[in-house]
């Protein structure tokens, strides 16, 4: 069943188009990467497919129904949007944050919260406050109040850029792993990651989507190497395979 789906989206700022999609369909469950140079649309896509910037033309529909038609509350509790730079108003503490997050759906009880901050191993830092966290820090404790109501729409823009290795893989194959029941819609920068934890890649460059498959076929497809400048060399794995910079332009 289609969750969410996009029909002749036009984004034009000035003199320059910054997306031209035709047709984007998702289904209710899902791992999804969107991957790109940068420029190529991506963060402007999920902005679109998330409400919180109107196309020029075109429409997003979730549920079969206009997403600009759902209610703020209602909204809320179906889409979670991690963006990729966060400001709070105020220095809250953590563990106010992750409370923020849950009451927009109306599910601030105790125990969603003492999940979210476990989940994202926060609960030593629950009083810290938010400008004394580090970048990485502050990416889990964004990461856990979006997640803390678990939406069934979740769209993520690079939330690992700022993480460690170790906090880098365990966030994307958490978010990948929503995907079993939920749909998890992620910009990717890293492309081993994005190839080895997602099963579906959506390739774009200058705000068109150039490739969208199985993530075991995209990885073979010689777009991806045009897209990006480089020549891949690809190595056979245990159930992936990794890309190394053969060559570059």
Known sequence: MTLLAAKDIKVIRGHSRLLDVGSLDFDSHGAVAIIGPNGSGKSTLLKVLAGIET??????????RALMAYAGLARAKTVGYLPQQFEPHWDLSVIDLVRLGAERAGDATDTVIEQALVQFELALLRQRRWSTLSGGERAR???ATILAIDPPLLLADEPAASLDIKHRIHVSAALARRGKDRLSIVVMHDLDLAFQLFERIVLMDKGRIVADGRASEIVHDKKLDDV???RFRRTEGPGH???????FE
Do not use: T
């Not at 196309?55 to 549920?63: A, C, K, Q």
């Not at 395979?241 to 060559?247: D, N, P, Y």
């Open 55 to 64: 196309p020029n033309s075109g429409e997003v529909r979730l549920n079969d």
């Open 141 to 143: 404790a964004l990461l």
């Open 228 to 230: 990006f400048g480089v």
């Open 241 to 247: 395979v990794s890309l190394q910079i053969a060559s």
